[in-house]
């Protein structure tokens, strides 16, 4: 990895199918070096990189091992991370937003924006992450432009600053005009080469179609935003591209704006100040850890942001938490099918590192220097519940052992309801479940009995008693690690109806507070 290049780092937020996958490729074919982790993703070529996957990677086909990508474009280093998604969605694919610093929304022209592109954005806003649009399937026919820009306003009340603008659509697809420099990408479904040309000297459009750029010129001058660099890198307005990764249209476009545009690493806060990236203490934190890689050797894999100084190997670092000191000797970053050895990574990059269980989400690491924090790892609030007991009531040692330390590790989140204090289990999604039981029988040795529960929606108790409530299957008291309260209900018109019955009790989704 090269040292003095600049940084960019981002996630791709989508909904499933808007064409991430494909996009994704696309850049990287226009970088140089192309190193991946895992595949893009195997699921539909049907190959799998190495025999280091999870058992249930096996089992579903999929990619649990959210990856991270490198290219190198315009002398910049940009590191992908991948954000699962589909059934693979979990609290990984949030707490992968945290370690970027810019993300990039990828809509479906004909879908416009969808259920989980939401929930994403919405860590990127609470987190003010610059976020880039790129409006897929323009060979498709999809939504008017103008309205696809409305409803993102509208969806995520964010301004939009259009970087290009599309001449036709589907069969009538033309090219892509830049605001920027007056110029058109021209749309061949034959060429192979990019053909940019000034727009006066573009020779393919009719008069209708001139005459509609014209009036959508017009309009956007008269409406729109103006340009705000300073408003898009603090999240407060998307540009917002349009193309078609499939037919390769317009991608180039969005990457060399993307390389202006995105936010390199910015100061984290950390023990109540502000860390810059130019700071001389290396620092960085843990956002995510892979278990069981290599069902030979069980190991975990925690992955590593770099916030500030550099990280070397064979440097001795200092787990914050706890005050141990480690050597870091097997610090890897994830290329292909091997795993290529990381000698030094800067701001912005992520390390793979071997971990023998001393790390857990939200984990500090420093060199020597003042021993800091970053903030807090947001838990995000469950969607799926389940009641979790052992099979085998005499392995209850090795249960609450195996319960508590994947809790910690933060696998999943344990809520207990009271009194009895029965288990239940919360995640964003299904594949937590899996894992979970996945890795107690492995490393625990321990069955696990689920049921599933119809809750799906968790609020936490900000203000009033709830001590008196009678659990049902529309809504159940527990508690939470910390001990607060936490009712969780069937669907919102339980939620509801809950509300119009009980005015003096006060409810948060958690973002708030969590
Ligand atoms: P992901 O689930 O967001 O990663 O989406 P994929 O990249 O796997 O794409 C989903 C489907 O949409 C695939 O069949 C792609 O070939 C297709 N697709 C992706 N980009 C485009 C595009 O620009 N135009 C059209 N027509 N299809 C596309």
């Not at 209708?208 to 014209?214: D, K």
């Not at 278990?291 to 975990?300: G, L």
């Not at 992520?350 to 021993?371: A, C, H, M, P, W």
């Not at 929606?457 to 809504?475: E, I, M, Y």
């Amino acid at each position: 990895m090269s040292e003095e290049k600049q940084r960019k780092t981002f996630a791709i937020i989508s909904h499933p199918d808007a064409g991430k996958t494909t996009l994704t490729e696309k850049v990287l074919l226009l970088g140089g070096s192309i190193r991946s982790a895992g595949t893009v993703k195997g699921k539909k070529s049907g190959q799998f990189a190495t025999s280091d996957w999870m058992d249930i990677e096996k089992q579903r086909g999929i990619s649990v091992t959210s990856s991270v990508m490198q290219l190198e474009y315009e002398n910049v280093q940009i590191n992908i991370l991948d954000t699962p998604g589909h059934q693979d969605f979990s609290e990984d694919t949030y707490r992968t937003l945290t370690a970027v610093d810019t993300a990039v929304m990828v809509i479906d022209s004909v879908k416009g924006i969808e259920a989980q592109t939401l929930k994403l954005f919405k860590v990127c806003r609470m987190r003010g992450i610059p976020i880039l649009t790129f409006i897929n399937k323009l060979d498709r026919e999809g939504k008017e432009p103008l309205d696809l820009l409305a409803e993102i306003e509208e969806t995520l009340e964010m301004d939009t600053y259009p970087m290009n603008w599309p001449i036709g659509t589907g069969k009538r697809l033309k090219g892509i005009y830049n605001l920027s420099d007056d110029t058109v990408d021209v749309f061949s479904e034959e060429a192979e080469e990019r053909q940019i040309v000034p727009y006066s000297e573009v020779e393919s459009l009719e008069t209708y179609e001139r005459e509609a750029l014209e009036e959508d010129k017009m309009l956007l001058e008269e409406a729109g935003n103006d340009f705000s660099l300073e408003q898009i890198q603090a999240g407060e307005m998307t540009p917002v591209f349009f193309g078609s990764a499939l037919a390769n249209f317009g991608v180039q476009s969005f990457l060399d704006q993307f390389v202006q545009l995105a936010a390199p690493p910015k100061p984290r806060k950390a023990s109540g100040r502000w860390i810059s990236p130019d700071q001389q203490q290396f620092s960085g934190f843990i956002f995510k850890i892979q278990a069981n890689m290599n069902p030979n050797h069980r190991d975990r894999i925690a992955f590593l942001r770099v916030c500030s100084g550099s990280f070397e190997r064979g440097m001795e670092v200092t787990l914050s938490r706890t005050g141990k000191k480690m050597k870091m000797n097997q610090s890897h970053s994830f290329f292909a099918s091997d795993r290529e050895t990381v000698n030094r990574a800067m701001p912005g990059d992520i390390v793979g590192l071997y971990d023998s269980g001393n790390f857990q989400v939200g984990d500090t690491l420093i060199d020597r220097g003042e021993k800091i924090k970053y903030e807090e790892m947001p838990q995000f609030p469950p969607e799926q519940f389940a009641k979790v007991t052992a099979k085998n009531a005499m392995k209850h040692k090795q249960y609450h052992k195996g319960i508590e330390q994947l809790v910690q590790e933060g696998t999943i989140q344990l809520y207990k309801t009271p009194y009895f204090e029965d288990y239940i289990l919360g995640a964003v999604g299904e594949l937590q479940f899996q894992v979970f039981e996945h890795r107690m029988k492995q490393e625990y040795n321990v069955d696990l009995e689920f049921v599933h529960m119809s809750h799906e929606l968790a609020r936490w108790v900000t203000k009033g008693d709830v001590s008196d409530l009678v659990s049902d299957h529309r809504k159940m008291l527990v508690n939470d690690q910390q001990g607060r309260a936490v009712l969780l209900f069937e669907n919102d018109f339980a939620l509801r109806w809950f509300q119009d019955k009980n005015p003096e009790i006060e409810l948060s989704t958690g973002w708030e507070i969590l």
